[in-house]
RNA sequence: GCCCGAGUGGCGGAAUGGCAGACGCACCGCACUCAAAAUGCGGCGUUCUUUGAACGUGUGAGUUCGACUCUCACCUCGGGCACCA
């Protein structure tokens, strides 16, 4: 090896980034003699800036990637842009760069980023959202969803974002705050196009099951999420009127205890109940108050309750009682049927309401443990005995919702419901930078959607910004005004666009056939690479674009253009980076930029850090420190294998290995146990800190090796290259080079996953643990799989063991074969 | 309030019923050097009466021959949900 032969990372990492792509390695096709591997990361938002998290998340899917190509998979390594969304907008109106130029030198500056990280991505089908060749299927998708009656138009209170100037989903207001802006949200009476994907529910629910390959956590928040609750509905008569109200409730079985009804300020009949009554006035002010309130601001469990008498009464068809009926702002008029039967003894809201307002209070469910209660100071919810029901008496809670059911039914005033919490998701938007909504409005014909064939609707580039933010669109005549593709007349357009969570719900199909332009993807071509064999991404997705997806997929599936139901089969969710404790932001000062840790050390250290620092789920402490180790550990395999080519290049292995002396044997066990550790370890547990260690420990035990006088080249060769091939996944690039220093003229990336050998694993010996009474004594070798009996005798043979136990009585000896011994004493 | 996850040396972490602290970082010592850096070699949980022993995985109990690992209760931190009837 040469004085000036240095780790030159720099030099390294280009040579084979250009070579890979020069060779496509990375282009793949259907293939249906091989098994297929689609492996998938969160596609970015090109903010113009690859952050750490960035790196952790590519790192991450790349060693999968790299790992299953090399074990024999067609692999699906695609990326792109999720391109459309605010920021672009922003800048617009800050620097006025048109979102698109933005946008696409962001996608360029990013690319090359991503490119230096030396990953196996499959750039060929490389798309951005934001492009017309891509949003004419987003579009396309909207106009199913419309066909099937699954995209409608309504006039909805809605969370609308004062800065960002644009509704939101439900989903993406988080404690009553935007999401993304972390504003108040304020509530608005808008119409708004929402996708029905309260329909999709049950599914949605149902098939968490099939999931096996998702972690526990998100399953649980999607469950929460969706929040089926089973409960019954039924209708109380209205006290002198033809009216009656729909109630749900999930505890039929406390109606006796009903002693008020309670209605969304909202509810269609509040009007028309307290019409000419006194308290109409008062209530109309109730109503007003209620009108603006977000719902955080209106429905968080630190607000106080309020609510205002009606006037009006309904008849408790099974006590034949008149209660009177309120409305309350603890009551919404979007889930269930927006009335609620009250029931303070049993139900900790109502009584809260119940006491503040001296509503009567009647015990229904008798407390076990409390029998003899009669003032009700906390309301008991759990199981009991009902009683003060009439005939009902007696029963238990679970039989008591049955009997109360089936009594409504038969009497044809309710039957059994199920409830979701989940709501429609409100797509449209009120902002320039996103998919057009495709529908057009005729005073003649209506509502419209464009034709699949006059897609895509483009989206003007030409387009004068708003400081407010207001979208630019809704003053772009040509856009707007537009004929009635029905009747021919004037029309005119939508001018909201998507969410751009519509645009990530599909984008998985996409990469499946990403130039097909008569439809969004081809089913072949779809039905060989999906599902998603392994999604890999941030948790602040659990929710959001992870149910979106299912739903999109689910869709997909019912009109026959996908076979699969679910779109990710396995789904990994990494943790964040932090420093200093706290999650890298420009506001704490603690950013380290991925730029200039690859300037400094290479992409192979930066990879190999961030791999080896904390396992992928967990959140990874940033160390400058731990960098410098990591680099450290390069030029150590750098320097090891320069030293040892020559060595080695001429060396072949026999077929058998005989008559290896001890220490060369030892290298040998070393070499194949390492394989096996981190051929499970990628497999099986993503544990990608303990297969670094592994390689580590194989390091350094070829480095120990070095100082023995009687080398055999070939275990050292066989060493060399399984630690070369291992390390691959995680530091490809030097481990390419190195490869060709020890004579290959092939890629090692396309080289097999090495195969341990059962019998290297074989060893003679083995070390026994002795312990006395569970403590560690000694430690004695013995053959390995010696039989119960002499191991018995060859411990309590050992000189410290009968040191120890003379003078005691043996009680018990437990014995784990080649492992330990346990002797029980008194 | 409810649900989930985590708590192990100075630090990141390893071990999921059988040797606690693998691997790495930091630190200490030695070698090389005029010196430093780099590199190499060695040490490194705490305490003590130091060829040995006691203690030690958030706290307290329990199960077991044996518990970081299982069970129960609690504490702390993180995350999710939070008037959804």
Same mark, same amino acid.
């Given at each position: 090896?040469?004085?000036n /032969?240095?780790?030159?990372f ?13 060779h496509d ?5 259907e293939d249906?003699?091989?098994a297929?591997y689609?492996?998938?990361?969160m596609?970015p938002?090109?903010s113009?800036?690859?952050?750490m998290g ?5 790192a991450?899917?790349d060693?999968v ?9 067609n ?13 672009a907008?922003?800048?617009?109106i ?9 946008t696409s030198s ?7 980023q991503?490119?230096t ?11 951005s959202?934001?492009s ?5 299927f987003?579009?396309?998708?909207f106009?199913?969803?419309?066909e099937?009656?699954l995209?409608y138009?309504?006039?909805a ?9 644009t509704?939101?989903?439900?989903e993406?207001v988080?404690?009553?705050a935007c999401?993304?802006c ?8 808008l119409?708004?196009?929402f996708?029905k994907i309260?329909?999709y529910?049950p ?6 099951e099939? +999931?096996?390959g998702?972690?526990?956590?998100v399953k649980?928040m999607?469950?929460?999420w969706?929040? =089926?609750?089973e409960?019954?509905q039924?209708?109380m008569q209205v006290s ?5 109200i729909?109630?749900f ?6 109606v006796?205890g009903?002693?008020?009804?309670v ?6 009949l509040?009007?028309s109940l307290?019409?000419?009554k ?7 002010d109730?109503?007003?108050q ?9 429905t968080?469990?630190e607000t106080?309750?309020e609510?205002i008498f009606?006037?009006?009464?309904a008849l408790?068809?099974f006590?034949?009682e ?7 702002n603890y009551v919404l008029?979007?889930y269930?049927?927006g009335? %609620?039967m009250a ?7 109502d009584l809260e309401?119940?006491?503040? #307002?001296?509503?009567?209070?009647r ?6 443990e409390?029998?003899s ?7 008991f919810a759990?199981d009991?005995?009902?009683?003060n029901?009439a005939g ?8 008591g919702?049955?009997? $109360?059911i089936k #009594?409504?039914?038969d009497?044809? $005033?309710?039957?059994?419901?199920? /409830?979701?919490r ?6 449209? =938007?009120?902002r320039y ?6 529908i057009?409005y005729?005073?003649k014909?209506g509502?419209?959607?464009v034709?699949y064939?006059?897609?895509?609707v483009? +989206?003007?580039?030409?387009v004068?910004?708003?400081p407010s933010?207001?979208?630019?669109l809704?003053?772009?005549?040509n ?14 357009r939508?001018?909201d666009t998507m969410?751009?969570?519509v645009?990530?719900?599909w984008y998985?199909t996409?990469?499946?056939?990403p130039?097909? /332009?008569?439809l ?11 599902p ?11 929710i ?5 997806a299912?739903f ?22 990494q943790?964040?980076v932090l ?11 603690n ?5 200039e ?12 850090f ?9 959140d990874?402490e940033w160390s400058?420190?731990?960098v410098?180790g990591?680099?450290r550990?390069?030029?150590r ?8 080519a020559a060595?080695i290049?001429?060396v072949?292995?026999?077929d058998?290995w ?9 290298l ?5 146990f390492?394989?096996?550790k981190?051929?499970?370890?990628l497999e099986? =547990?993503?544990?990608?800190?303990t297969?670094v260690?592994?390689i ?6 070829l480095?120990?090796y ?7 080249? =070939? ?6 290259e ?8 995680f530091?490809?690039? %030097?481990?390419?080079?190195?490869w ?8 090692i $990336? ?5 195969k341990y ?9 083995v070390e ?5 009474n569970?403590k ?10 010696l ?12 000189s410290? $063991?009968?040191d120890l136990t ?6 018990? %000896? ?7 011994? /346990?002797?029980?004493?008194k």
């Amino acid at each position: 090896m040469s004085l000036n /032969n240095k780790y030159d990372f720099k030099t390294i990492e280009s040579k084979w980034q250009r070579y890979w792509a020069e060779h496509d390695f990375y282009e793949v096709t259907e293939d249906n003699n091989k098994a297929k591997y689609y492996n998938l990361e969160m596609f970015p938002y090109p903010s113009g800036n690859l952050h750490m998290g960035h790196v952790r998340n590519y790192a991450i899917g790349d060693v999968v990637a790299r790992f299953k190509s090399m074990n024999g998979f067609n692999v699906l390594h695609p990326m792109g842009w999720d391109a459309f969304g605010l920021p672009a907008e922003n800048a617009a109106i800050q620097h006025s760069i048109p979102p698109a130029k933005w946008t696409s030198s962001n996608i360029a500056a990013m690319r090359e980023q991503l490119k230096t990280l030396g990953l196996s991505y499959n750039w060929q089908r490389e798309f951005s959202t934001s492009s017309p060749d891509y949003y004419k299927f987003t579009q396309w998708m909207f106009l199913k969803l419309y066909e099937h009656n699954l995209a409608y138009k309504k006039d909805a209170a809605v969370n609308w974002c004062p800065s960002c100037h644009t509704v939101l989903a439900n989903e993406q207001v988080v404690e009553g705050a935007c999401e993304r802006c972390e504003a108040q949200v304020e509530k608005k009476q808008l119409e708004q196009w929402f996708f029905k994907i309260t329909d999709y529910a049950p599914r949605l629910l149902d098939d968490l099951e099939l +999931l096996t390959g998702w972690p526990e956590k998100v399953k649980t928040m999607q469950k929460n999420w969706i929040g =089926r609750s089973e409960g019954c509905q039924f209708s109380m008569q209205v006290s002198n009127s033809d009216d009656s109200i729909e109630l749900f409730t999930t505890r039929p079985d406390t109606v006796f205890g009903a002693t008020y009804l309670v209605l969304a300020p909202e509810h269609p009949l509040v009007k028309s109940l307290c019409a000419g009554k006194a308290e109409e006035a008062n209530v109309q002010d109730f109503i007003k108050q209620m009108e603006f309130l977000s719902d955080v601001a209106r429905t968080s469990t630190e607000t106080e309750k309020e609510g205002i008498f009606t006037g009006a009464y309904a008849l408790n068809p099974f006590t034949n009682e008149e209660i009177p009926i309120w409305i309350a702002n603890y009551v919404l008029m979007d889930y269930g049927t927006g009335a %609620i039967m009250a029931v303070p003894a049993h139900d900790e809201r109502d009584l809260e309401f119940a006491l503040k #307002y001296n509503l009567p209070v009647r015990i229904v469910i008798e407390n076990p443990e409390n029998p003899s209660i009669e003032v009700v100071t906390e309301a008991f919810a759990d199981d009991g005995i009902m009683v003060n029901s009439a005939g009902f008496n007696g029963l238990s809670v679970e039989e008591g919702k049955k009997a $109360i059911i089936k #009594y409504v039914t038969d009497k044809k $005033i309710g039957k059994a419901t199920i /409830n979701y919490r989940l709501r429609d998701w409100l797509i449209s =938007r009120q902002r320039y930078w996103g998919a057009p909504i495709p529908i057009i409005y005729c005073d003649k014909c209506g509502t419209v959607p464009v034709p699949y064939a006059d897609l895509p609707v483009i +989206l003007p580039e030409d387009v004068a910004f708003r400081p407010s933010g207001e979208s630019p669109l809704k003053y772009v005549d040509n856009f707007i005004n537009t004929t009635c593709p029905t009747c021919g007349g004037m029309a005119k357009r939508e001018t909201d666009t998507m969410d751009t969570f519509v645009c990530s719900s599909w984008y998985f199909t996409r990469f499946a056939s990403p130039l097909t /332009n008569d439809l969004p993807f081809t089913k072949e071509a779809a039905d060989y690479w999906l599902p998603v064999d392994q999604y890999i991404g941030g948790v602040e997705h659990a929710i959001l674009h992870l149910m979106y997806a299912r739903f999109f997929t689910k869709f997909l599936h019912d009109i026959n253009m996908l076979s699969a139901i679910e779109p990710f089969t396995n789904l990994l969710t990494q943790g964040m980076v932090l420093k200093d404790g706290a999650k890298m932001s420009k506001s704490k000062g603690n950013v380290v930029s991925p730029e200039e840790i690859i300037n400094k050390y290479g992409a192979d250290t930066a990879r190999l850090f961030i791999l080896f620092a904390s396992p992928p789920v967990r959140d990874l402490e940033w160390s400058d420190q731990g960098v410098e180790g990591s680099y450290r550990f390069l030029n150590r395999v750098w320097r090891l294998v320069n030293d040892y080519a020559a060595n080695i290049k001429d060396v072949s292995s026999p077929d058998k290995w005989d008559n290896l002396d001890e220490a060369t044997k030892n290298l040998h066990y070393k070499t194949h146990f390492t394989i096996k550790k981190v051929t499970d370890d990628l497999e099986e =547990r993503f544990n990608f800190n303990t297969a670094v260690s592994a390689i580590m420990e194989l390091f350094n035990a070829l480095n120990s090796y070095k100082e023995y006088p009687q080398q055999d080249y =070939r275990i050292v060769k066989e060493a060399i290259e399984s630690l070369l091939i291992l390390l691959t996944p995680f530091c490809p690039h %030097i481990c390419e080079e190195l490869w060709r220093v020890i004579g290959y003229n092939s890629s090692i $990336i396309t080289a097999s996953w090495p195969k341990y050998e059962e019998e290297a694993l074989i060893q003679a010996e083995v070390e026994i643990v002795v312990q006395i009474n569970g403590k560690v004594r000694d430690r004695i070798k013995v053959p390995t799989n010696l039989v119960e009996d002499d191991l018995r005798q060859i411990a309590l043979d050992n000189s410290r $063991i009968k040191d120890l136990t003379k003078d005691k009585k043996i009680v018990k %000896i437990i014995m784990i074969p080649d492992k330990l011994i /346990n002797i029980v004493i008194k």
